[in-house]
């Protein structure tokens, strides 16, 4: 038995075909049984399973992006539960961007931010405000509500006004650390939602407490969209754009630089790294993400109020990113799956069962138990136990590696074999 | 002719005065040491030469050009490197990142040319890790290259922080206490490396160290600190011969003997 599991391990071609029957069968399951939840979970299960598969990485992008862009929309689609799962899957995207923002900003550069819904709000509002009557309350000239396919210029007007407020956020911040740090920018979370929730009078710029209503929805070239199904596509790009983001800066110059002034400020300075130029990179970055979705999100609304940009939404994402494993871009996804589908399918569901078993009278919940109650409970329970037991997240940061003997063997091939060659005139190093 | 020259150089920490008007000019390309008890005033005078702490007066000049009033990153663009007593690695990164972070000044790459694959950052990056690993190979550290920083032995902690300093090409390389918890082997080894570097990186090394059989091997000339004063200065042998340095370091005599 031993001896089997450690050949599949080992056999690329066992594995592939055990995947392929998993994913078929989770799929047709999903496609049998819409209303099944599990079946639903399962076939999401899959990208993890893939993630450990001894495949090549280029092979494993195409199979989960197949999974995620063409079996699981086309699986979905047959029943009443269509819309829902979309949504679900629509959510899960829209956090997990936020999450790898916030990575940058946390894992990354080791900065403590419990503010961050603040940016997903400035780019909600942005698109918000423009794309209803909002606008004409207060800007001089041109015609609002702007039509439905500005909303792709928007994606990216988005993302560069949210990075503009994490700079200003960051100017401030700069001076502060640690536990300050996160107390300032929790502050400035609130400020945002505060100031957004009241900005009616002087001049109506937000509508205040009544939110902004009748936002238009985007617009693909003349197709106006406006269900999740639609969404989900929208948001699967812009996530895919923001992993590459990522994963690129990851293991550049400023990747390297973000973590050094993370595991030591001032040997960072000390190697030349100008500590306020990377921290601020760090949260222009982060915020950016955040900025982005926030447009997909007032337009998936078409509704937006501050409501929906409290303090536990931070603490939310920040769950994700612990949980999931700071620093680390496969945990911070599945950081942020798991505890979406916590929150939007799991606990809903069970909570919805359980209600139904005590109406039936099956079991008798007493009051102070009510199952909706019970979500949250569960949901910090959990978060207890995993704070406990995995504290490196579910898929702990792990540190590249580099190939050793190919650099061992382009170092010696390499032109001036002697160590650091006296080019320093050439290289300017006086200024 | 002096690389590095320092005037009158004063630190003040609310009512303690750390260093007091230090005067000193260290020769291009020499191994100059800074000793001195604990708490003479040492690592507040690397401090301030690499603007972690501001002088409360003085000035301090590196080819004629006042360093005061600069950012730790600037001084190092500059051209001054260093190591530190508390060694301070970025233990959470590998062995060859510590390296490359050394190099930033020197890598050009803008970020944008990283998400846009132009080859030019891609071949500077290559390059970087060549050279890199040249550097581990010089100091020794080849075979850690994916080790974590944090879970190197001391000795190769130490090693790692000189990889680190000269792989910003440095004209003035610091070194605090290099040979702190190293054994006789390792400390032998770091004084030939630090006699190597000096001439194939056409670098000024200066060194604070306690160990004074190294000192004493080691440097062309010798600076003396005591309550943040200087006392004397000179070529080992004027140092080892001179009263007040004795008495400074009285009970320590053995020491400066052997
Ligand atoms: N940031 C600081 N704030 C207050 N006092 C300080 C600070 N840094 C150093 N000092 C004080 O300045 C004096 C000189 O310290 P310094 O670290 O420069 O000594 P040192 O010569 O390096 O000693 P050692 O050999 O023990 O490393 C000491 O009295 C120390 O307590
Ligand atoms: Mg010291």
């Known amino acids: 038995m031993r001896e089997q599991i450690s050949k599949f391990s080992q056999s690329p071609k066992a594995q592939a075909i055990f995947f392929a029957a998993y994913v078929i069968v989770t799929a047709l399951g999903l496609y049998l049984m819409q209303t099944s939840v599990i079946a639903f979970l399962l076939l999401l299960f899959s990208i993890l399973i893939l993630y450990y598969l001894k495949l090549k990485t280029r092979t494993k992008w195409l199979i989960g992006l197949f999974i995620i862009a063409v079996v699981v929309p086309l699986v979905a689609s047959q029943g009443p539960s269509f819309q829902s799962y979309m949504e679900v899957g629509t959510l899960v995207g829209i956090y997990a961007a936020m999450s790898l923002g916030l990575n940058v900003v946390v894992g990354f550069a080791g900065l403590l931010d419990l503010g961050f819904i603040a940016f997903f709000a400035v780019g909600a509002y942005t698109y918000a405000i423009f794309a209803s009557t909002q606008a004409s309350h207060f800007m001089p000239f041109g015609h609002y509500p702007l039509p439905g396919d500005t909303f792709w210029l928007f994606i990216l007007i988005g993302a560069i006004i949210a990075s503009i407020f994490g700079i200003l956020l960051g100017i401030p911040v700069l001076r502060v650390r640690g536990d300050y740090l996160a107390i300032v920018t929790l502050g400035f979370g609130e400020i945002i939602r505060i100031v957004l929730n009241n900005m009616d009078h002087p001049i109506n710029i937000t509508n205040g407490a009544l939110g902004i209503s009748s936002i238009t929805p985007p617009n693909f070239l003349g197709i106006p969209i406006g269900n999740s199904s639609q969404f989900y596509f929208i948001v699967l790009g812009i996530f895919l754009v923001v992993i590459y983001i990522v994963t690129r800066l990851e293991h550049s110059k400023l990747g390297r630089a973000w973590k050094a002034v993370r595991d030591n400020e001032i040997a960072a300075q000390a190697s030349g790294i100008p500590l306020v130029k990377t921290k601020l990179a760090a949260f222009a970055i982060g915020a950016s993400f955040s900025g982005m979705m926030g447009a997909v999100f007032a337009a998936k609304q078409m509704y937006v109020d501050a409501t929906s940009f409290t303090y536990l939404e931070s603490t939310m994402i920040l769950v994700m990113v612990i949980l999931g494993g700071m620093g680390s871009v496969p945990g911070v996804i599945l950081g942020a799956a798991v505890v979406t589908i916590l929150n939007t399918q799991v606990l809903t569901d069970l909570s919805n069962w359980l209600t139904q078993l005590s109406t039936n009278g099956v079991i008798s919940i007493p009051d102070a138990l009510s199952p909706a109650k019970m979500q949250r409970l569960i949901f910090g329970i959990l978060l207890v136990v995993f704070a406990l037991y995995r504290t490196q997240g579910l898929i702990p940061h792990k540190n590249r590696k580099i190939n050793v003997e190919k650099l061992k063997k382009e170092a010696s091939e390499a032109p001036g074999g002697a160590l650091l060659s006296k080019e320093r005139a050439e290289t300017g190093g006086t200024d | ?258």
């Not at chain 2, 191994?31 to 604990?38: C, M, Q």
């Not at chain 2, 190092?76 to 007593?85: A, E, L, M, V």
């Not at chain 2, 690695?89 to 970020?111: A, C, I, P, S, Y």
């Open chain 2, 1 to 258: 002719m002096s690389i590095l020259e320092v005037k009158n150089l004063t630190k003040q920490f609310g009512g303690l005065t750390a260093t007091s008007d230090i005067s000193m000019g260290v020769e291009k390309n020499s191994i100059t040491a800074v000793i001195g008890p604990n708490g003479a005033g040492k690592t507040t005078f690397f401090n301030m030469i690499t603007a972690v702490y501001r002088p409360t007066s003085g000035d301090i000049l590196l080819n004629g050009k006042s360093l005061v009033g600069l950012k730790p990153h600037q001084v190092s663009k500059f051209g001054i490197t260093r190591t530190f007593q508390n060694i301070r690695l970025f233990n959470e990164q590998t062995v060859l990142d510590n390296v490359l972070v050394g190099m930033h000044q020197r890598l050009k790459g803008h970020w944008v040319g990283t998400l846009l694959h132009f080859p030019n950052v891609k071949r500077e990056e290559e390059n970087a890790k060549i050279e890199a690993y040249k550097i581990l190979e010089y100091v020794g550290l080849e075979e850690y290259v994916n080790e974590n920083a944090g879970n190197l032995a001391y000795g190769a902690q130490r090693r790692l922080e000189i990889a680190r300093a000269i792989a910003a090409k440095p004209k003035v390389l610091l070194l605090d206490e290099p040979a702190a918890g190293m054994n006789p082997k390792e400390t032998q080894k770091l004084t030939d490396l630090i006699h190597d570097m000096r001439t194939r990186l056409d670098v000024t090394i200066i060194l604070i160290e306690h160990d004074m059989k190294l000192v004493m091997k080691i440097s062309d000339f010798i600076y003396v600190l005591d309550h943040g004063e200087l006392i004397a200065s000179g070529v080992p042998e004027e140092i080892r011969n001179n009263k007040r340095v004795i008495e400074a370091y009285l009970g320590k005599g053995a020491v400066l003997n052997g």
